[in-house]
């Protein structure tokens, strides 16, 4: 009973950071609208969507999908619009007696290498969807990766602008056009409300056209904004009233996104979004050192410092 309360407390940390107002909306939605999740033995199997596109959501059992005890680790993919890339990865941990969640972010730009050809880490999911990923993940962090929530962009941009937008104190000026990716970045510094479009710029600005803009740690000072946002999404949205808004999310979630979770289990403890608090959760950012080898810039991942971060800070 513990796990199912704490994965359903991840569930909400993670549909947070998916522009969803929180477990309270989906505990109202009443139709059974998510794939039949698969337990932690059968992640492995061809049930995983692939990756052309986002597959419709179809109907499932009341079967429980919680079948280990035990820390739980949750896996976030937000993919380019393209479907083609994962331009944000965070690992959700926790254990459910603590009632506390580590989050750990890892840069796009990370490299790795597929058949021995390097590559950045956000090129895996073109190459096997979900699963491609999250080997890669267990074998940078030695974790499992029980659930995944996946979402893409437009879903991202149509949930924030349901949601009437984002309070962002936004800390430099943010300009950036890249025609191939269709990507017009223009923020000025300053507090103000975020729309969906502009919540996306936001979340992907990591440098500008010309040299010495940007963020100093380039990809890291990206995941540094986007923790902030989800921090500054919680703290704004997680209220009740925001429950009206719950047929409309639901509507952009059938379009937009892909789990193995169940929304029965997430609508069963929903009572447990009241006893999250921003001090419980501990954002981390995978370690490594940004390089530039010939005209690529990557992060090469330090193993030592990132077991000693597993160890010291998450359950396993």
Known sequence: MRVKKFLIAGVLIITSLLFITGIRIVANIKERVLPKPESRKNINDSNIPGKH???NFETISDESSITSSGPVNLLLLGLDDGGERCDVVMLFNGSPSSGKV???????????????????????????????????????TDLTVDYYVTIDFAGFR????????VVIDVPIDMHYDDPLQNLHIHLNKGLQVLDGKKAEQFVRYRKGNNENEGYIEGDIGRIKVQQQFIKALIEQKFKLRYILKAKDIFNILKEHMKTNISVLDV???ATMANKIELEEIST?????????????????????????????????
Not at 113 to 136: C, D, H, P, T, W
Not at 158 to 165: N, P, R
Request: glycine letters at 10%; aromatic letters at 12%.
């Open 53 to 55: 596109g986002i597959r």
């Open 102 to 140: 580590n989050v750990l972010s890892i840069p796009r730009d990370t490299k790795v290498y597929r058949n021995g050809r390097a590559m950045k880490f956000n090129a895996l999911y073109g190459y096997g969807s979900e699963q491609q990923v999250i080997e890669e993940v267990k074998r940078m």
């Open 158 to 165: 149509k949930i924030i602008d349901t949601l009437g937008g």
């Open 267 to 269: 609508a069963h403890y």
């Open 284 to 316: 981390f950012s995978l370690p490594g050192e940004v390089v530039l080898e010939g005209n690529t810039w990557y992060v090469l991942w330090d193993r030592k410092a990132t077991k000693d971060i597993i160890e010291e800070n998450f359950f396993k």
